[in-house]
Structure formats: C-alpha cells, structure tokens
C-alpha cells in the first residue's frame, strides 16, 4: 500500500497562490493515479483534478479550470497542486488521493488511498 501525507495548506488572501504537496510512500510511486479532492464545512467532498499515472494526461473540475494545476514528480515521489487566483470558495480541506484500480477519476469511491488533508483559507 501507500501513505500519503499532504502539505502547503495555510491562510492567502483572495487572489493569492498556494501550492500544496502531497508526499508519497510506500508501493512504487508510478502504479497510481493521483488525484485531488476538497471538503468545505457543511459540504460534501468534490473532486478538485487528478492526473494519470505517467502525467500525461490531467484532469480538472470544471470551478478550478485555469487557475489551478496538477503535476507529480516521479523522483521526489510528490504530487502537486498550483493553486493560483484564489478564491474564498476555495476555502476546504484538501486531500490527496491514491487510485491503484482503474476508475473514474472524478469519484472519490474510486480511490484506494488517502491523506490526512490540509488547510487551506482565502480570505476575501
């Protein structure tokens, strides 16, 4: 199996940057879709981006389309997440994701593993 263990979270101002990491332990870093999900409170968890295991293809939703952007990092064993133009409604616990099976990647069910989440807030 994996661990995942995010970091990068904090407080920005609307329209301000974050990047998040995602470090990777474990099974070989290669075997795993990677994906992106947040929770804001009183919400249900939503799919943020993922991209496929040998990065070549990249998802998005569509509310975070042009200004965020994941990458992964073969060498450190990290995924990323470049959040730009934040937004206060981008305000939510983010959580790394591992998916070993072949699923939809927009569906958390589909994932395998998961990390404890990290903090991000934009102030207005």
């Known amino acids: 199996q994996v661990q995942l263990v995010e970091s990068g979270g904090g407080l920005v101002q609307a329209g301000g940057s974050l990047r998040l990491s995602c470090a990777a332990s474990?099974?070989?870093?290669?075997?795993?879709?990677m994906g992106w999900f947040r929770q804001a409170p009183g919400k249900e968890r939503e799919f943020v981006a993922a991209?496929?295991?040998?990065?070549?293809?990249?998802y998005y939703a569509d509310s975070v389309k042009g200004r965020l952007t994941i990458s992964r990092d073969y060498d450190k064993n990290t995924v990323y997440l470049q959040m730009n133009s934040l937004k206060p409604e981008d305000t939510a616990v983010y959580y790394c994701?591992?998916?070993?099976?072949?699923?939809?990647?927009?569906?958390?069910?589909?994932?395998?593993?998961w990390g404890q989440g990290t903090q991000v807030t934009v102030s207005s």
């Open positions: 994701a591992a998916q070993e099976r072949l699923g939809p990647l927009y569906e958390g069910t589909e994932y395998d593993y």
């Open positions: 474990g099974r070989t870093f290669s075997r795993y879709r």
């Open positions: 991209i496929t295991r040998n990065g070549g293809n990249t």
